[in-house]
């Protein structure tokens, strides 16, 4: 398939008299409106939040739903973090910030302090993208019906530009893009949007993006599952065997877009999913799942299975959590043509076809503007596995002549490996992080924050304790 067209000049110049256009009709600019009081059930807090809406369509009426949380200790000078969940079509808040490394997450009917934290380091925005999902919304239902890299790319763009009016104060800060999964697509093609309107107008003083468990390369990302599922017992070696030679993975999700999958194809993966079985969490196949999400996901939970301090429900306690009414009230959060908030959009109709364009030469172009990147990987994920990705990050620093500045070795967290690192020219990154997920900051928030506070501030991993 050909390169996304929204590269081109002509559609930054079309954006840039668009933004331009907003900035006249942008209205209700003050940030105090979003201010958030106080959660139902949070615990005193000394940092600021905010949440609300940025209208990044008049015409159509489409805003996106963002949940700010300013740094707990001086603001001033942290940086600015955005980060986008993946999917497509998953929500930002509810797993990002009340799943992952956000402030709080709630436990029964209250929120707790989240030891690990991403606003210890930095001023966090969390996005959900594109409209249609979680609080986002167009009032025009028709968007929904073919939404795309293209589109979406655009949208985050005017989102993140009328947000600066919105917090002026932010706009010469440091920023930083990151998330995981889909966000391989997500935020490189954000931040290469952002280096080309930087071209006719300085806005965004980008320094960094860092990508986790990212789809980068459908083939490569997607096919590197069958040699990590055999090697971590999950299937048989007959099944590997047919799962590498009569149909890969990528083949049968290729397939399924089409809507025609082949009967080898479904017997393949059939055989797969039923040696895996469904008491494995694909995305972490060491962790215990959520029992009572068998029998019914969007039941409250009573009793959350809690494995090494990771509360394994905490995506069903998120669901209820945000589904209350007083909740929504204090977030200033509306439903539109939705009956409730959901963790994956169940009104967005993706094009599925995008996930097959590779994006991975999009952040060699980010590379090539000057841009650090880190890609990171929980080493738990059959999903995305951690060898697709380092191959890609390796085969990407030949491209463009890197250099190797840091062999790979382990780092280390608290007197234990935290996982395993690559540096080329100080620039591209590559990092595993051990015992973690798809989800990395949820299995593993304490690894996830020191990586997460080593890559802000342009700093090698600890390569001893």
């Known amino acids: 398939m050909h390169s996304v067209s929204w590269m081109n000049m002509a559609a930054i110049a079309a954006t840039f008299l668009q933004l331009c256009l907003l900035v006249v009709m942008a209205q209700n600019t003050s940030s105090e409106a979003d201010r958030i009081n106080k959660l ?55 797993v990002g910030a009340f799943s992952e490394h956000g402030p709080f997450k709630p436990s029964g009917d209250i929120l707790v302090r989240n030891d690990y934290s991403w606003n210890r380091e930095a001023n966090m925005l969390y996005l959900e993208t594109p409209a249609g999902v979680g609080f986002s919304y167009s009032t025009n239902s028709s968007y929904y019906s073919n939404v795309n890299d293209e589109m979406t790319a655009m949208d985050n763009l005017i989102f993140l530009q ?31 949007l952002m280096i080309q309107f930087n071209e006719k107008e300085k806005l965004f003083n980008l320094k960094g993006i860092a990508l986790g468990n990212p789809l980068l390369e459908f083939a490569t990302d997607f096919n590197a599952r069958a040699e990590f599922m055999w090697s971590h017992g999950l299937i048989s070696d007959p099944t590997y065997g047919i799962f590498t030679s009569s149909c890969n993975y990528s083949q049968y999700k290729s397939e399924s877009y089409r809507g025609s999958v082949s009967p080898i194809c479904l017997g393949v993966i059939s055989q797969v999913e039923k040696e895996i079985s469904k008491y494995v969490d694909q995305y972490d196949v060491t962790l215990d799942i959520c029992l009572s999400s068998i029998v019914q996901q969007t039941k409250s939970l009573t009793r959350p299975q809690i494995v090494e301090n990771i509360d394994v429900c905490v995506g069903d306690e998120t669901f209820a959590y945000l589904n209350r009414a007083d909740v929504q009230k204090a977030l200033h959060a509306r439903l539109l043509g939705v009956k409730g908030w959901e963790v994956c959009s169940e009104v967005l109709n993706y094009d599925m076809l995008n996930l097959e364009v590779p994006t991975i030469h999009v952040v060699g172009s980010v590379i090539r503007s000057g841009v650090r990147v880190l890609v990171y990987s929980g080493d738990q994920d059959s999903v995305i596995p951690l060898t697709g990705s380092r191959m890609l990050v390796h085969r990407l620093a030949n491209e463009l002549g890197l250099n190797t500045t840091i062999a790979y070795r382990v780092w280390f967290q608290d007197k234990q490996v935290g996982g395993w690192t690559q540096v080329y020219s100080d620039i591209l990154s590559f990092a595993t992080i051990r015992g973690a997920s798809h989800e990395a900051p949820f299995s593993q928030p304490e690894r996830s924050l020191l990586l997460f506070k080593a890559f802000l501030e342009d700093k090698p991993l600890p390569e001893a304790f």
Not at 71 to 79: G, L
Not at 170 to 179: A, K, P, V
Request: proline fraction near 8%; glycine fraction near 10%.
């Open 40 to 94: 139902p059930g949070q615990p005193d807090v000394n940092f600021q939040q905010f949440s609300g809406y940025i209208t990044v369509d008049e015409s159509q009426q489409r805003a996106l739903f963002y949940y700010f949380v300013e740094a707990e200790t001086d603001p001033a000078s942290k940086p600015l973090v955005l980060w986008l969940n993946g999917g497509p079509g998953c929500s930002s808040v509810g």
């Open 162 to 192: 009328r947000w600066f009016i919105k917090f002026p104060q932010y706009r010469d800060r440091d920023l930083f893009i990151t998330g995981e999964s889909y966000a391989g697509h997500y935020v490189p093609q954000l931040a290469l």
